[in-house]
């Protein structure tokens, strides 16, 4: 069973950064795709970025050019978050497909204070 593990969420500032992290149990190279989505309290669960496994990137346009997506050799991939706003707060889930089957993580909040 692959797992999904996401780190890096918090506090922080209007205008600050933070780094989440997407663990997986096995090689992120695994992925024909990993993406990342966001649930803010009392709405649906949107597209926040995506990255094949080419190294392709998308990101919805909300966060385009503040948001960057990356990932390491070895079994995690990255969403650095910068210059961070108030609708940026949400719990922020790791998605990743092998071929057709997708998984998620649990999720880490993210909270960014005025």
């Known amino acids: 069973q692959v797992q999904l593990v996401e780190s890096g969420g918090g506090l922080v500032q209007f205008g600050g950064s933070l780094r989440l992290s997407c663990t997986a149990s096995?090689?992120?190279?695994?992925?024909?795709?990993v993406a990342w989505y966001r649930q803010a309290p009392g709405k649906e669960r949107e597209f926040v970025a995506s990255?094949?496994?080419?190294?392709?990137t998308d990101y919805a346009a909300s966060v385009k050019g503040r948001f960057t997506m990356s990932k390491d050799i070895a079994n995690t991939a990255y969403l650095q978050m910068s210059d961070l706003k108030s609708e940026d707060t949400a719990v922020y889930y790791c998605?990743?497909?092998?071929?057709?089957?997708?998984?998620w993580g649990q999720g880490t909040q993210v909270t960014v204070s005025s």
């Open positions: 096995i090689s992120i190279f695994s992925f024909k795709v």
């Open positions: 990255m094949t496994a080419g190294g392709a």
């Open positions: 998605r990743a497909f092998q071929g057709t089957v997708g998984y």
